[in-house]
């Protein structure tokens, strides 16, 4: 039996017997973990309400074995909060929505658990902490994070300099299956020609040009969206099942 101590932010739960929980956080030293947090659904349990999705904890946990990770689920034996993101999320339908889209591709982008990914861990605490605050609009801060999510996973789109040949841009075709932007010369089938508007707004976002981000016109803000939706979906190989719900500007 062993002793972990890790913070972490809630990804998801789910329903274990009558007052138990299955909790599944992206943690900074052990990557994604599932783990049994007994009696949480109870009315008086103080401990569940710290382990909501969107919730920054430190949590420690007691497993079987010498790692977290293992034989059977390990338990949350103590959880003190870090930051309650979603005090100011859940209450926002277009904060919340895109909040959930973080959630779910923050776990899509971390296949195996017990596997560390702090780029992932950090991104989407700066990402949670980013939404919460309301200083940008929500899905500015999902397509924020969705590029540069794409980018710590190794797949960094390019919106001005071509992607197959180096050509400096602006170029005029973008492709998702080529990575981003190309030339006339490298476009490929099913290249599309998004406006210069869009293109920058999205290079804007993956640099962190919130200046840029936020002065951008509705209609190109829904173009770029479009094609960062196209460009996950293409190398998740499936979509996200929570980016339906989200509002576009």
Known sequence: MSLFRDDGIVLRTQKLGEADRIITLL??????VRAVARGVRRTKSRFGARLEPFSHVDVQFFARGS????????LCTQTETIAPYGRH?????????????????????????????VQQYLLLVGGL????????APGLVLDAFLLRSLAVGGYAP?????AKCGLPGPNR???VSAGGSVCVDCRVPGSVVPSPEALR????????DWETADSTEARHVREGSGLVSAYLH?????????????EKG
């Not at 926002?92 to 591709?105: F, H, K, N, P, Q």
């Not at 902490?129 to 940008?136: I, V």
């Not at 293409?234 to 989200?246: A, D, I, K, P, T």
Request: glycine share 14%; charged share 20%.
């Open 27 to 32: 943690t900074r030293a052990h990557g994604r």
């Open 67 to 74: 790692g977290l990770v293992g034989r059977g689920l390990p």
């Open 89 to 117: 999320i859940v209450d926002d339908y277009g904060r919340y929505t895109a909040g959930t889209a973080m959630l779910e591709t923050a776990e899509r982008f971390t296949d195996h658990e017990g596997e560390p990914n």
């Open 129 to 136: 902490r980013t939404l919460a605050a309301g200083a940008h």
């Open 158 to 162: 390019t919106f001005a300099d071509c």
């Open 173 to 175: 075709f973008f492709s």
């Open 201 to 208: 707004l999205l290079g804007a976002l993956l640099t962190g």
């Open 234 to 246: 293409w190398h998740l190989e499936r979509g996200l099942r929570s980016l339906r719900f989200v």
